[in-house]
């Protein structure tokens, strides 16, 4: 596995041996890191990615206290803590693709995908950088309200509030007008990021700037999957990677 400091950001990749099919960012849950994401990584090398992960703000090399005390602090108050991450790991990815189109010059697609927050993470990054061709967010959610979650959500501040509006995507729709593909992978009974999220912002702007081209949007619901990352969700979303456009 390959190892690189991009300005601050931790970055790893593994390269195919053979032909580049494309180039993927892949990003972790919550509370994980990059080193966890290279079981995936070597799988997605295997089938001729450019595979890359690196550590979302506050998470991996980039904690900013312990382990712990990141996650009781996160669960604490959800929409104050956690939409900063998001936000600023986002708007990050830019700089992680500059990088690699400066390393590794392709005229390979460019895609992006994570688990659970970092697929909240991918949907959002393919609003503010149109390079970034396909979406595979895996038990996400565009909506960062997240109605109907059991779990507790709690008060954003002004600054949290700052990220919410410029990030969201669900209350950003005009940044989706260049038409990225974006599949979600859901499990029909999550109940902590239910799939109704996906399923409303997929409706709008199938009802919008992707009434001519529906198909590049979709929700896929695996029954009998609650709030977990299951094979499947990998392997379908190496699928679509892999999918000529």
């Not at 712990?68 to 929409?79: A, S, T, V």
């Not at 989706?176 to 599949?183: A, D």
Request: aromatic content about 10%.
């Amino acid at each position: 596995m390959n190892y690189k400091k991009v300005d601050h950001i931790p970055v790893i990749w593994r390269e195919p041996k053979q032909d580049i099919q494309g180039v993927v960012i892949w990003l972790t849950g919550f509370s994980g890191n990059k080193e966890k994401m290279i079981p995936y990584l070597e799988t997605m090398a295997d089938n001729g990615l450019l595979a890359f992960s690196f550590d979302p703000h506050e998470h991996g090399e980039r904690l900013l206290m312990d382990h712990d005390e990141l996650r009781g602090r996160i669960k604490g108050n959800l929409r104050r803590y956690f939409w900063p991450i998001l936000a600023i790991t986002s708007e990050e990815m830019s700089r992680i693709i500059d990088w690699i189109s400066e390393t590794f010059p392709s005229k390979a697609p460019i895609m992006v995908g994570g688990i659970s927050m970092g697929g909240d993470i991918s949907v959002v990054s393919a609003g503010l950088d149109k390079r970034i061709s396909k979406v595979a967010a895996s038990i996400a959610t565009p909506d960062w309200l997240r109605p109907g979650s059991w779990e507790p959500q709690g008060e954003a501040d002004t600054y949290a509030w700052h990220c919410y509006h410029r990030c969201n995507p669900l209350s950003n729709l005009h940044r989706y007008q260049h038409l990225p593909s974006i599949r979600f992978f859901c499990g029909a009974e999550d109940g902590q990021v239910p799939p109704d999220g996906a399923e409303r912002f997929v409706d709008v702007l199938r009802q919008g700037s992707y009434k001519h081209t529906p198909e590049r949007l979709d929700v896929v619901k695996l029954n009998g999957v609650s709030h977990e990352f299951v094979p499947r969700m990998l392997e379908a979303s190496i699928q679509f990677f892999l999918e000529q456009e």
